[in-house]
Nanobody, 114 residues
Framework: VQLQASGGGLVPPGGSLRLSCVVS????????IAWYRQDLGKQREWVAT???????GYADSVKGRFTISRDNAKNTVDLQMNSLKLEDTAVYYC?????????WGQGTLVTVSS
């Protein structure tokens, strides 16, 4: 199982970015795929999940601003981030779990700065 995240970059407050996670080894429509983030000196925190059934969940801190979506044909999961805030700055990771084993992508850096 491999996950590869991309799309990070530098964006001013209020701006938008779209992250993408390319998944191989599992079919995204059969497994929950999540996004997490980790800022320097802080613990990794959950951001959003799309379940195998298509249900979506969001952390309170991003609800209403971020949207997780799944493309079954491409086997990818994207994270659309709007109205970005300084506190959204972090390395973003995509994640899945199979047979109790956790799989993480390599992370993509999002920096929100003026």
């Amino acid at each position: 199982v491999q996950l590869q995240a991309s799309g990070g970059g530098l964006v001013p407050p209020g701006g938008s970015l779209r992250l993408s996670c390319v998944v191989s080894g599992v079919t995204v429509s059969r497994f929950a795929i999540a996004w997490y983030r980790q800022d320097l000196g802080k613990q990794r925190e959950w951001v959003a999940t799309v379940t195998s059934g298509g249900a979506r969940g969001y952390a309170d801190s991003v609800k209403g601003r971020f949207t997780i979506s799944r493309d079954n044909a491409k086997n990818t999961v994207d994270l659309q981030m709007n109205s970005l805030k300084l506190e959204d700055t972090a390395v973003y990771y995509c994640h899945t779990q199979r047979f109790a084993t956790n799989y993480w992508g390599q992370g993509t850096l999002v920096t929100v700065s003026s």
